[in-house]
């Protein structure tokens, strides 16, 4: 059958992608990257998603290597799932309304 027949419609065109933001910090902002992407992060918030160039002189970590990527020495140890929440506890019985009080 052909698209008429059958029903089908055609799909609308994806929305436009916007490139992800570049950014291409200095050494100094560079030498924490970590503390650098949490300074950057709103800028690229709505992106989802960055780009960053880091200084030329910049080198990854040698930790790095080893604990992350497909050629890693050890593969690392998956995270340990969280304990589920304790379910609520009863609140506890009021006194019987037989038993006369105390003095």
């Known amino acids: 059958k052909c698209e008429v027949c059958s029903g089908a419609r055609p799909l609308p065109p994806p929305p436009?992608?916007?490139?992800?933001?570049?950014?291409?910090?200095?050494?100094e902002e560079f030498e924490d990257p970590l503390a650098y992407i949490a300074k950057v992060q709103r800028s690229f918030y709505e992106y989802g998603i960055c780009r960053i160039r880091p200084p030329p002189s910049w080198s990854p970590p040698h930790?790095?290597?080893?604990r992350h990527g497909p050629d890693a020495a050890e593969p690392t140890a998956p995270r340990?799932?969280?304990e589920p929440p304790?379910?609520?506890?009863?609140?506890p019985e009021p006194p019987s309304s037989?038993?006369?009080?105390h003095p």
Do not use: G, M, N
Not at 21 to 27: A, D, N, R, V, Y
Not at 86 to 91: L, V
Not at 98 to 101: A, F, G, K, L, R
């Open 98 to 101: 037989d038993h006369p009080p």
């Open 86 to 91: 304790s379910p609520p506890q009863p609140p």
């Open 80 to 82: 340990p799932k969280p």
């Open 16 to 27: 436009a992608v916007r490139d992800a933001p570049l950014f291409t910090p200095s050494e």
């Open 63 to 66: 930790t790095f290597h080893l």
